[in-house]
Structure formats: structure tokens, C-alpha cells
Nanobody, 118 residues
Framework: QVQLVESGGGSVQAGGSLRLSCTAS????????VGWYRQAPGKQRELVAE???????NYADSAKGRFTISINNAKNTVYLQLNSLKPEDTAVYFC????????????WGQGTQVTVSS
């Protein structure tokens, strides 16, 4: 069973930065897309950014230019660098890994809270 453990959330003022980490319990990155999602109170969970083993990444429009996703395959860890944070970035951030196989598995972390004050 794959486990994903997030860390790095916290409270910052607008304009500040945080780095989130997502560490997998096994070497799954060769067969998965790993993404960061977020869910604000009363809103649906949304994709922030996703990445594959090669480093190829996609970003939501709200993340482009401010957030950077990266991967360390040796450490089974994906990072999300959050810069120029805004109050509207406040949410629980979740890490998720899904297999390339459309009938394959998908796993979620427990989430980490990011709170941005104005």
C-alpha cells in the first residue's frame, strides 16, 4: 500500500513563501503522475500542479509564475514551492499520485494546511 506524507504547510502573510513536501513510501514515480491539489472551505478540490519522473510539469493558471513543482526521484519526494502567496491561496493542500494505467491505483496524502493572511 502506497502512503503519501505531506509536510511544510503553515501560516504566512501575503507575499510570503512556503515549500511543501510530499514523500512516497515506495518508488512509485516511475509509473505515476504526482500532483498537488488544494481545497478551500466550501470549494471543490482543484489541481494546482502535477509532474512526472522526467520533470515535465503542468500548472493551473492560478499557479503559473508563482508556484514551482519539482521532483527528487532518489528521495521519492515531490515539492511545491509557493511564492508570492495571496489570501486566496489559503486551503488544505493535498498530494496525490495516480498510475499512468487508467485502471491503475490512485493515492492521496492527508493534506497540509496553508493559511495566508492579508
Amino acid at each position: 500500500q502506497v502512503q503519501l506524507v505531506e509536510s511544510g504547510g503553515g501560516s504566512v502573510q501575503a507575499g510570503g513563501s512556503l515549500r511543501l513536501s510530499c514523500t512516497a513510501s515506495g518508488s512509485i514515480f516511475s509509473r505515476t503522475t504526482v500532483g498537488w491539489y488544494r481545497q478551500a472551505p466550501g470549494k471543490q478540490r482543484e489541481l494546482v500542479a502535477e509532474i512526472i519522473r522526467s520533470g515535465s510539469a503542468n500548472y493551473a493558471d492560478s499557479a503559473k509564475g508563482r508556484f514551482t513543482i519539482s521532483i527528487n526521484n532518489a528521495k521519492n519526494t515531490v515539492y511545491l514551492q509557493l511564492n508570492s502567496l495571496k489570501p486566496e491561496d489559503t486551503a488544505v493542500y493535498f498530494c496525490s499520485a495516480r498510475e499512468f494505467d487508467p485502471f491503475g491505483g490512485r493515492w492521496w496524502g492527508q493534506g497540509t494546511q496553508v493559511t495566508v493572511s492579508s
